[in-house]
């Protein structure tokens, strides 16, 4: 079935550093990637989404990227900070009505 | 304020007692969903409905129900409850499918 894998698991960043999440998707006709971040007795709250007909896209220090022919997608933070420590999610939107979610990266922002 | 709400918080229920978790969302949103959180496995698509009346299994639909009479509610049903359902639970709507999903605070369940 269709699924979305999503690495690494945990990571750990010091303070002012990049960090970068993959993840890679099996259904073809996906065409909507979002990113969630979920803070500590939260729901998720997204952050970024692309779209199957856009490559790359940016928000102040958030970037996000998309390669459909290798079914794969980024999420890249850079300079970052104690407040960016939660646990992210990719997602794809599935060729049916059904939204897949990776098992979530927990990133550790050490000051 | 535009948001997802979800009832009860905490729940400890015993295994076979019938419970309903309810959702309300207040954006007019076409498409809601249930999701199951577990460790390790992210969130798992539990049920999803394009619309009133239109439902659909995601990935992990055995042992729930749900029911969409009107737009704004989407409650999830545990006829009889088991340990294995023991998890927690979020809600979430959207405009459609393929847009930001709003998620609510979340539902832990407890089955002993």
């Known amino acids: 079935g269709e699924n979305v894998e999503q690495h690494p698991s945990t990571l750990s960043v010091q303070e002012g550093d990049s960090a970068v999440i993959k993840c890679t998707y099996s259904d073809s006709a996906s065409n909507y990637f979002p990113w969630y971040k979920q803070e500590l007795g939260k729901g998720p709250q997204l952050i970024i989404d692309?779209?199957?007909?856009?490559g790359e896209k940016k928000d102040q220090r958030i970037a996000v990227t998309l390669n459909k022919t290798a079914k794969h997608f980024s999420l890249h933070i850079t300079e970052t900070q104690p407040e960016d420590s939660a646990v992210y999610f990719c997602?794809?939107?599935?060729?049916?009505?059904?939204?897949?979610f990776g098992a979530g990266t927990r990133l550790f922002v050490k000051a | 304020e535009a948001q997802v709400t979800q009832n009860p918080r905490y729940l400890i229920t015993v295994t076979g007692k019938k419970l309903t978790v309810t959702c309300s969302q207040n954006m007019n949103h076409e498409y809601m969903s249930w999701y199951r959180q577990d460790p390790g496995l992210g969130l798992r698509q539990i049920y999803y409905s394009m619309n009133v009346e239109v439902t659909d299994k995601g990935d992990v639909p055995e042992g729930y129900k749900v029911s969409r009479k009107e737009k704004r509610n989407f409650p999830l049903i545990l006829e009889s409850p088991s340990p294995n359902q023991t998890s927690l639970y979020f809600c979430?709507?959207?405009?459609?499918?393929?847009?930001?999903?709003?998620f609510g605070q979340g539902t832990r369940l407890t089955v002993v």
């Open positions: 997602a794809a939107g599935t060729g049916g009505f059904k939204t897949i």
């Open positions: 692309i779209r199957s007909n856009v």
């Open positions: 979430a709507s959207s405009l459609d499918r393929d847009t930001e999903a709003f």
